[in-house]
């Protein structure tokens, strides 16, 4: 069962100015919530990139999903609605108190219009009106790190490889 995270009624923003080219939905869903399309494209996606296109034979599919609060970013490419971007938190637990955020994956299709930084800034904007105060850590891949640094995280390990990657953990303050 997915713990509380209130989710934040989807809506179809405008363009900012960090997303120049995309009118996007976001859909925050906890996964009891989520249909058997939108599981569809979250494990397309992720297994397109992760899998395929980092070259990167890995079991995707590791059990957290369903206890997971799950953020898709949808977008309209030739009339067609895709899942442009999606990422996962998990919430604070009895074996590990910080709030987690994962799988942060854009789509080949909508690159280049900072989805990255629009998925980043929607997910620790929500984790810090639900849990104000809470530390929020993340396993980037070590040639992201000042990407996640703009967002205020800092490597609390030293690089690892994880499945052929180096890896790095990094938490907010």
């Not at 009891?32 to 494209?41: E, N, Q």
């Not at 397309?44 to 590791?62: K, T």
Request: with cysteine; net charge negative.
């Amino acid at each position: 069962m997915t713990a509380p995270f209130p989710a934040v009624p989807s809506a179809t923003s405008s363009a900012s100015p960090e997303l120049p080219t995309a009118q996007l939905d976001w859909q925050w869903s906890a996964f009891d919530a989520l249909d058997a399309r939108d599981v569809y494209a979250m494990l397309e996606l992720r297994s397109a990139v992760f899998v395929v296109e980092q070259n990167c034979v890995y079991g995707d599919i590791d059990g957290l999903d369903a206890d997971a609060w799950h953020l898709f970013a949808w977008g309209e490419r030739d009339g067609v609605r895709k899942l442009a971007g999606y990422l996962r938190v998990l919430l604070p637990d009895a074996n590990d108190a910080d709030v987690r955020i994962g799988r942060v994956v854009t789509s080949p299709d909508f690159r280049g219009i900072k989805l990255g930084n629009g998925l980043l800034e929607h997910a620790i904007g929500h984790i810090a009106q639900q849990w104000p105060g809470v530390p929020m850590r993340l396993h980037a891949q070590a040639h992201l790190q000042k990407f996640y640094g703009a967002f205020g995280f800092t490597p609390v390990s030293d690089i690892h490889d994880e499945d052929g990657i180096a890896h790095v953990w990094m938490r907010s303050a």
